[in-house]
């Protein structure tokens, strides 16, 4: 299967700027947006985003080799069965951007195997706390990593088309059991997500009385902390609870470091304050061995 067409479901931030990579890197690959407001395509159009510009779900489906799911993961399965009878298998490769994995292949991954049709997970890691294809960027996944899953165990062929595709826009690619990718993000992402929101609003917690002096003096530090938490609310809300069990865990081991600290404080112990900071900064190195402190 050679991938010529690619239909994109969803001009938000991600699939557009998805459309604007392949436009940019790949001129030659011909791409579809399907949106459900005419307003956002609109947009999409403007920017000269893609080559096609539809509403309707089969003209998507049938003019793809390649199909992104590049909507909430919620919204995904109704999507694809909206696409039966239009899907032909070995014909066509459905992937998607979700931020969690392994109930997008309970769900759709399984739903599309029944009937035949190849279906590969991505997650690139790429993205901002602003929403809407007005924000995308042709670079958005330069250099960025690509989590792929393959639960439904497609042909090796399949995995290194689709591996080949997200490099072709600049990503790197990880292969990964969908189990562990949410695990791992559910600590890089979607936990400081919550401990982001945390601060913003305990920034304002019983403070009425100089909220003024809050605005005057937070600075670069609460600002870089605290950025996040802008996402839209109603998608985070939603990729929390589809990341619900490992999300609880991270949120446990979260409040068991933070009572560590508390006790520390109450205590006024002073060397294990400084070492609990220490360890922080060492492990944050484990992740980031560029940088320096």
Same mark, same amino acid.
């Given at each position: 299967?050679?991938?010529?067409? #690619?239909?994109?479901?969803?001009?938000? %931030?991600?699939?557009?700027?998805?459309?604007? !990579?392949?436009?940019?890197?790949?001129?030659?690959?011909?791409? @579809?947006?399907?949106?459900?407001?005419?307003?956002? %395509?609109?947009?999409?159009?403007?920017?000269?985003?893609?080559?096609?510009?539809?509403?309707?779900?089969?003209?998507?489906?049938?003019?793809?080799?390649?199909?992104?799911?590049?909507?909430?993961?919620?919204?995904?399965?109704?999507? #694809?069965?909206?696409?039966?009878?239009?899907?032909? =298998?070995?014909?066509?490769?459905?992937?998607?951007?979700?931020?969690?994995?392994?109930?997008?292949?309970?769900?759709?991954?399984?739903?599309?195997? #029944?009937?035949?049709?190849?279906?590969?997970? =991505?997650?690139?890691?790429?993205?901002?706390?602003?929403?809407?294809?007005?924000?995308?960027?042709?670079?958005?996944?330069?250099?960025?990593?690509?989590?792929?899953?393959?639960?439904?165990?497609?042909?090796?062929?399949?995995?290194?088309? %689709?591996?080949?595709?997200?490099?072709?826009?600049?990503?790197?690619?990880?292969?990964?059991?969908?189990?562990?990718?949410?695990?791992? #993000?559910?600590?890089?992402?979607?936990?400081?997500?919550?401990?982001? !929101?945390? @601060?913003?609003? !305990?920034?304002?917690?019983?403070?009425?009385?100089?909220?003024? %002096?809050?605005?005057?003096?937070?600075?670069?530090?609460?600002?870089?902390?605290?950025?996040?938490?802008?996402?839209?609310?109603?998608?985070?809300?939603?990729?929390?609870?589809?990341?619900?069990?490992?999300?609880?865990?991270?949120?446990?081991? @979260?409040?068991?470091?933070?009572? =560590?600290?508390?006790?520390?404080?109450?205590?006024?112990?002073?060397? @294990?304050?400084?070492?609990?900071?220490?360890?922080?900064?060492?492990?944050?190195?484990?992740?980031?061995?560029?940088?320096?402190?």
């Amino acid at each position: 299967m050679e991938i010529h067409h #690619v239909s994109i479901l969803g001009p938000g %931030l991600l699939g557009g700027s998805l459309a604007l !990579a392949l436009k940019k890197y790949c001129p030659e690959i011909k791409v @579809c947006l399907w949106g459900r407001r005419e307003e956002s %395509l609109q947009t999409a159009s403007n920017m000269q985003a893609a080559d096609m510009y539809t509403i309707d779900l089969p003209d998507a489906a049938t003019w793809a080799d390649l199909i992104v799911l590049a909507v909430p993961v919620g919204v995904m399965l109704p999507l #694809v069965k909206g696409m039966e009878g239009f899907l032909k =298998s070995g014909r066509v490769l459905v992937t998607d951007v979700g931020s969690v994995k392994s109930s997008v292949h309970r769900e759709v991954g399984k739903w599309l195997s #029944v009937r035949g049709i190849d279906f590969i997970g =991505s997650h690139p890691m790429a993205g901002s706390e602003k929403q809407g294809i007005e924000y995308a960027e042709a670079d958005l996944f330069w250099g960025a990593m690509v989590a792929m899953t393959n639960e439904e165990q497609c042909p090796t062929e399949l995995v290194e088309r %689709l591996a080949a595709f997200w490099k072709s826009v600049g990503g790197r690619v990880m292969m990964m059991h969908s189990d562990e990718h949410d695990r791992v #993000v559910a600590r890089i992402s979607h936990l400081p997500h919550a401990l982001a !929101a945390t @601060c913003s609003r !305990a920034a304002y917690q019983d403070c009425e009385s100089i909220k003024e %002096l809050l605005k005057a003096l937070a600075a670069g530090g609460f600002r870089d902390t605290t950025r996040v938490s802008m996402g839209k609310p109603s998608m985070w809300a939603e990729i929390m609870l589809e990341n619900k069990q490992e999300m609880l865990l991270a949120l446990e081991v @979260c409040l068991r470091e933070l009572t =560590s600290l508390r006790k520390a404080l109450q205590d006024d112990n002073f060397s @294990c304050i400084q070492s609990w900071l220490q360890q922080a900064g060492e492990r944050r190195r484990l992740i980031y061995p560029e940088d320096k402190a």
